[in-house]
């Protein structure tokens, strides 16, 4: 059973390009959640995704937007990226219960705006 | 609106004492809380949970207290070890299944 892996681990872009983050999820896990975490912050909840629809969203611009694919692994693009766009992100993969215990989190990919 | 409030950024402990660690909320509607733990360069980890019904779980060295009354919760670690030293998250469940409000962290450090 292999865990939550994220890539790229870091990557630094410049403002207004576009980054697309990728997670994917544990075995047999069908839903992904993504985090926000800036410095000094706990993670915000950007949106979570169950068998390729989206499935709540937090406070985020439109120019934050995903994809779920069939194998439950999951995309994160952000547009136009701003500074305060720098942050840790953070996917979470756990089954589609409210068991907190199930749900998993990767590494993160430290994201830096220029 | 930080709907989870951890006001102590860091906190020291001596080994073998208890570390006490805090979390105010502001929506009495939560019907849970966890605790999340993240050593640096990993993802958190799930800790502890409390249900909004009680007021303290207990798990090994850690217990969870709840004052539905105060809109706190408190994670007690006894004895402490250094091998606890990490950022401890509080959180609070959003509208559904495992999305969640994050408490901004404690981090602990547990001298030796």
């Known amino acids: 059973e292999t865990g939550v892996t994220q890539s790229p681990t870091h990557l630094i872009k410049t403002r207004g390009q576009q980054v697309t983050l990728r997670c994917s999820s544990q075995?047999?896990?069908?839903?992904v959640s993504w985090y926000q975490q800036a410095l000094g912050q706990g993670p915000q909840f950007i949106f979570q995704?169950?068998?390729?629809?989206?499935?709540g969203r937090g406070n985020f611009p439109p120019r934050f937007s995903g994809l779920q694919f069939p194998n439950y692994s999951s995309e994160l693009n952000v547009n136009a990226l701003e500074l305060d766009d720098s942050a840790l992100y953070l996917c979470a993969s756990s089954p589609m219960t409210v068991a907190p215990e199930e749900q998993y989190f990767g590494p993160g990919t430290r994201l830096t705006v220029t | 609106d930080q709907q989870v409030k951890q006001n102590s950024p860091s906190l020291s402990v001596q080994e073998g004492r208890i570390s006490i660690l805090n979390c105010d909320y502001t929506n009495s509607m939560f019907d849970y809380f966890l605790w999340y733990k993240k050593y640096p360069a990993e993802g958190p980890t799930f800790l502890i949970s409390i249900s909004s019904i009680k007021d303290k779980n207990e798990d090994g060295r850690f217990t969870v207290f709840l004052n539905k009354s105060a809109k706190h919760l408190s994670l007690h670690i006894v004895p402490s070890q250094p091998g606890d030293s990490a950022v401890y998250f509080c959180?609070?469940?959003?509208?559904?299944?495992?999305?969640?409000?994050f408490g901004t962290g404690t981090s602990l450090t547990v001298i030796p």
């Open positions: 959180a609070a469940p959003r509208l559904s299944g495992n999305q969640f409000y």
């Open positions: 075995s047999g896990h069908n839903t």
């Open positions: 995704y169950y068998r390729e629809e989206e499935n």
